[in-house]
């Protein structure tokens, strides 16, 4: 069972990477309003079949992985495919950055979310002592 979800997420990011990795250039001569309807057309759908419908299994108290990993990765590997093993070692500083990035962005996260539990708690305690 578990080998078929991981077929079906792997089938949902593909196509999200493929159609974004393709297509997404050809809304570019629009400028600004390219983007968002490249956004609506590409993305939104993807979303609905990847999430809404559940191609993606998604557990109700994991961390939310979105699309951008899987497009991110096809995109990469399609250049790198194309274009050869240079282009990894090319993209490796912005790989790093955007890791340095989901890093200070996971624990500035996990911060907010212990401190939001703490005036949680706080505010729960200091109810019960006034009543």
């Not at 078929?4 to 400028?31: D, E, K, P, T």
């Not at 401190?115 to 109810?127: A, D, F, G, R, V």
Request: proline share 2%.
């Amino acid at each position: 069972m578990k080998k078929v979800i991981a077929l079906r997420s792997i089938i949902g990011y593909m196509f999200a990477g493929l159609l974004v990795g393709g297509v997404w250039g050809a809304f570019g001569a629009h400028g600004i309003f390219g983007g968002y309807l490249a956004a609506i057309i590409i993305i939104g759908p993807m979303w609905f079949m990847n999430h809404y419908i559940g191609l993606i299994k998604q557990d109700e108290n994991a961390a939310w992985v979105d699309m951008a990993l899987g497009i991110a990765v096809a995109c990469t590997m399609r250049d790198v495919f194309l274009n050869g093993g240079s282009t990894l070692v090319d993209a490796l500083p912005t790989l790093g950055l955007v890791l340095l990035g989901a890093v200070i962005g996971g624990v500035t996260a996990g911060l907010i979310e212990k401190n939001i539990e703490q005036n949680t708690e706080t505010s729960i305690s200091s109810k019960e002592k006034t009543a």
